[in-house]
């Protein structure tokens, strides 16, 4: 008798969970369609907005700018001009401010609103400590070493000292620390040697040589030859040489 043997195999089966797969589709069908209706959504959204901000004065109608001494006002004014009248809720801050840092004046700035219609701008100004000539042109810089523009009239600006040579920009806040406020206001430039010492030209022509180090001790020793000269006799000197502790090499035009 032959015995005859059958391979039986197991099958697999799947369970297809349409809700599942009818879940899936809904939920995209619904993204799509918010999608493609966002813009009139939001547009009406925005109505009811503005709608509500004019019925209960949400309405931007006051800005309010800290004193300002270097920057005019209507700078940071024609950012939110446009904006005028319209509810306080749509005022585009992050897109403004990123405009105003654009601006080499303004050191630090805060923008507030009072959710009325009231917008508050505090500034912090920088402050521009001397003159750069690079022979082509005369550039301002604050105290921070940040250059702020190109000087057009120095009349107005005729009170900082103008300096010349290489470096001399990164090395002027380190030498007006070691200046009286009286000598600055003697001091019509500042040049840098070398990389490594000052020449002052002052306000009655003599030329100051300083040494590299100790510069307000040279700078008494000047004040103490000032004081022993005549205005007749200071005509005539054309520089003073510091550079040698306790000496002081006077050098005349003739």
């Known amino acids: 008798m032959k015995k ?27 993204l799509a369609y918010f999608f493609l209706n966002y813009k009139s959504f939001s547009s009406k959204v925005n109505l009811i907005v503005q709608k509500y901000s004019n019925e209960y004065n949400y309405n931007l109608s006051n800005i309010t700018i800290s004193k300002l001494k270097y920057v005019e ?20 801050i992050k897109d403004i401010a990123h405009e105003i840092k654009k601006n080499h004046w303004i050191k630090n700035f805060k923008i507030t609103n009072d959710y009325k219609n009231t917008v508050n701008i505090f500034i912090e100004e920088e402050i521009p400590i001397g003159v750069y000539d690079n022979l082509n042109q005369k550039l301002l810089f604050s105290e921070n070493l940040v250059i702020l523009g ?20 990164y090395n002027s806040k380190k030498l007006l620390k070691d200046l ?4 600055k206001e003697d001091i019509i430039s500042a040049e840098f040697i070398k990389n490594r010492r000052w020449n002052l030209v002052l306000k009655n022509s003599i030329v100051l040589k300083l040494p590299e180090e100790n510069i307000l001790d040279s700078l008494e020793k000047y004040k103490e030859i000032y004081k022993n000269l005549s205005n007749k006799d200071l005509k005539y000197i054309k520089s003073i040489d510091l550079r040698i502790k306790n000496q002081a090499i006077i050098k005349y035009i003739n």
């Open 73 to 92: 006002k209507n700078e940071i004014l024609k950012y939110f001009e446009p904006h005028m009248k319209s509810s306080i809720f749509f005022i585009p």
């Open 180 to 183: 009286s406020e009286l000598i």
């Open 4 to 30: 005859i043997f059958l391979n039986k195999r197991k099958k697999n089966y799947k369970i297809i969970n349409y809700s599942y797969i009818l879940f899936i589709f809904f939920i995209v069908f619904v």
């Open 150 to 169: 190109v000087v057009k009239n120095y009349k107005k600006y005729q009170d900082l000292i103008i300096f010349y040579g290489e470096n001399s920009v």
